[in-house]
């Protein structure tokens, strides 16, 4: 069983010491973020993160565009990507037992209205590819829900979204900030459907205006 957390982290302001905590609590073996900033990465490393996640993917471009894998086993090349405007990492995790895992950090931009900005957005969704001879784990902020069709057609790739699986594919991950309750569900764990999902839960982080999603995943036989 594999053990998955992402957070967008708006900002690189998310309270590094309670992500940090939370990933101590729910014993993950993967930790993806977005919207990583190099000040966040110094405060998650002085929370202890490196310690858990000694092993890391990071593209970080400055702003909300960076992104990265952390994980408390190797990481090698992951998966060829298009470079989109947001930094979305690959990694390729080996596992003690010699199976092999393909990550993807994703984190499309937001559809905004104006200056085509929803064309955009659909664009860099579709380049995500198919899922491949790997077990394969795509997750982040995808700036999208189970309305929009272009995240569908994701799932028709081959892949399963963790929430639906285990029936909490309406737990809302965003709201605006200011607010007290999320509103939409943004944040999504995919896996191929070699595997399957044993837990779902969605979890507050002060600070930012997104939850972190957990997932349990089940690796298929080697």
């Keep these: 069983m ?7 982290m708006y900002f ?11 990933v101590r609590q729910l014993d993950a073996d993967v930790v993806f973020l977005q919207e990583l900033t190099e000040d966040a990465v110094t405060r ?10 000694p092993h890391t993917q990071l593209d970080l471009r400055g702003g909300s565009r960076g992104s990265g894998i952390y994980a408390r086993f190797p990481l090698g090349e ?13 990694a390729l995790l080996e596992l003690p037992n010699g199976q092999r895992v393909e990550l993807i950090c994703v984190h499309p931009v ?5 200056r085509d900005g929803a064309t955009q957005w ?19 902020d995808f700036n999208a829900t189970l ?3 272009v995240f569908r057609d994701i799932l028709r790739l081959g892949y399963a979204d963790a929430g639906l699986q285990t029936g909490g594919a309406l737990t809302p991950t965003w709201g605006p900030p200011g607010r007290t309750n999320a509103l939409f569900t943004l944040d999504h764990v995919l ?7 044993l837990g779902y839960s969605v979890h507050n982080i002060p600070g930012t205006d997104h939850r972190a999603v957990y997932a349990e995943i089940q690796l298929p036989e080697r």
């Design 147 to 149: 309305d929009h069709a």
């Design 110 to 114: 937001t559809p905004r209205p104006l």
């Design 12 to 22: 690189g302001r998310a309270d590094a010491e309670i992500l940090v905590t939370r």
């Design 2 to 8: 594999l053990r998955v957390l992402t957070h967008n």
């Design 122 to 140: 659909r664009e860099e969704l579709r380049v995500l590819p198919a899922p491949g001879d790997l077990p394969r784990i795509v997750a982040g």
């Design 191 to 197: 896996v191929d459907r070699n595997c399957a999902v």
């Design 44 to 53: 998650l490393k002085q929370a202890g993160l490196d310690d858990l996640m």
């Design 78 to 90: 992951g998966p060829a990507v298009p470079v989109i405007h947001m930094a979305q990492p690959t």
